[in-house]
């Protein structure tokens, strides 16, 4: 395993009306994160939070290129983001121990917090598919390309790592400043992970290792 301080770009926030960031994601131009009552869109150029939807989530957030998915509780809300309705729900494996979600290859997968697991899903049904142990808690999930990545935060200390997705060894670990903790996790599909920043009410955006950083703004 290689390890590494993690390369902070940016940071975005606090928010108003925000105590604390949960799930995380990225459709291609705003950055979604739950805020306990609502889903929030924030341009990342501009840093300004552009529009909300009226929806729990206390937990991961995901985006299938058409639909937000969002965890609340023991269920998770499949919804429509020109809407904000929800269209479809199924349950969390975990129950209220889930804490990160992300889409790849027509699956959703599902961070377990204290039972440090990943859990492969049937989208439409909410069935395990397979499942990848972890040594740590599990507090944000993404695919960066065919890189499995999660966020884990025990005390004051937090990293992001890469793990493989059939084994769940740890390959790979970019190491936060102490304090600072990472509740979702998402890759942009480029350069840069956005991390949720629990109850510091903040984003941060990490460059992604093998990444060069780009030439403007973040």
């Known amino acids: 395993m290689t390890r590494a301080p993690a390369d902070i770009l940016q940071e975005y926030g606090p928010f108003a009306g925000v105590d604390a960031v949960h799930g995380v994601t990225f459709d291609g131009r705003h950055v979604w994160f739950a805020s306990g009552d609502r889903l929030n869109a924030l341009d990342p150029l501009s840093g300004q939070v552009v529009r909300a ?9 995901a985006f299938d290129g058409r639909h937000l998915f969002q965890l609340a509780r023991d269920q998770i809300h499949r919804i429509d983001p020109a809407t904000g309705k929800i269209v479809a729900t199924i349950p969390a494996p975990s129950g209220d121990d889930c804490s990160g ?11 377990g917090y204290r039972s440090r697991k990943i859990h492969q899903l049937d989208p439409k049904t909410g069935a395990i598919l397979r499942t990848v142990e972890s040594s740590r808690f599990v507090t944000g999930v993404t695919w960066a390309g065919d890189e499995l990545w999660h966020g884990t935060w025990e005390g004051d ?13 740890v390959l790979e670990s970019l190491v936060l400043p102490q304090g600072l903790g990472v509740s979702g996790l998402e890759s942009d599909g480029g350069e840069r992970f956005f991390c949720g920043g629990g109850p510091s009410g903040r984003l941060r955006a990490i460059r992604r290792p093998g990444k060069a950083r780009a030439g403007g703004s973040t």
């Open 53 to 61: 939807l009226r929806i729990a989530g206390d937990a991961g957030t």
């Open 101 to 111: 979600l992300a889409w790849a290859e027509g699956t959703l997968w599902v961070g």
């Open 157 to 169: 200390e937090s990293e992001l790592r890469r793990v493989d997705p059939g084994s769940g060894e």
